[in-house]
């Protein structure tokens, strides 16, 4: 009895730990820095670079975990204010640690109008402060950058709520482009 009551206060330690960990946001990089580059494959197999959209703003947001709820719907949402977004010239850009043939489904059960890139190793979420590391697991931390046409981080949010999220970065974007 006595193991399991030390063995369920480390688990629920861990537990706790391991929340306020994902919730701190990192400062691998900051506004005003150049965005790192990456190459990564996208949900068709094949390799994106960030420069590949250089010249255009780019909202790279970086999300834990395929098909489910919280980043379904920060996906859907970004899907349903592509529009808007294109017409501010910027494109939107998902990354997790998912697999390609796992982003390819939920690209395609969603109808998703933009790229997801693979970032299965963890590298570029860790890169851009993105990434949540517990021994055993890894996931991308729900993170968003604006990054402007010459390729600088412009914007940063941090523990993203998915609802609202894509109408905050459209008003941005209008202050950041002058539009």
């Known amino acids: 009895m006595f193991v399991k009551l030390i063995m369920y206060g480390l688990i629920l330690w861990l537990a706790v730990w391991g929340y306020r960990q994902y919730q701190q946001p990192s400062a691998r990089v900051s506004v005003g820095m150049k965005a790192p580059d990456f190459t990564l494959q996208d949900a068709q197999g094949e390799k994106r670079r960030l420069a590949d959209w250089h010249g255009q703003w780019v909202v790279l947001?970086?999300?834990?975990?395929?098909?489910?709820?919280?980043?379904?719907?920060?996906?859907?949402?970004?899907?349903?204010?592509?529009?808007?977004?294109?017409?501010?010239?910027?494109?939107?850009?998902?990354?997790?640690?998912?697999?390609?043939?796992s982003h390819a489904g939920f690209a395609h059960k969603h109808r998703l109008p933009f790229p997801l890139l693979a970032d299965t190793d963890g590298q570029v979420a860790d890169a851009y402060g993105a990434l949540f590391n517990l021994v055993v697991f890894q996931v991308a931390k729900r993170t968003t950058f604006?990054?402007?046409?010459?390729?600088?981080?412009?914007?940063?949010?941090?523990?993203?709520?998915?609802?609202?999220?894509?109408?905050?970065?459209?008003?941005?974007?209008?202050?950041?482009?002058?539009?």
């Open 61 to 101: 947001y970086f999300y834990p975990k395929d098909d489910t709820p919280g980043c379904t719907k920060e996906a859907c949402h970004f899907r349903d204010d592509i529009q808007q977004i294109h017409a501010l010239g910027a494109e939107v850009i998902g990354v997790s640690v998912d697999t390609v043939a």
């Open 146 to 179: 604006v990054i402007d046409p010459q390729g600088t981080i412009a914007e940063i949010y941090s523990n993203v709520n998915p609802d609202g999220h894509s109408e905050a970065i459209i008003k941005d974007l209008k202050r950041l482009s002058a539009f």
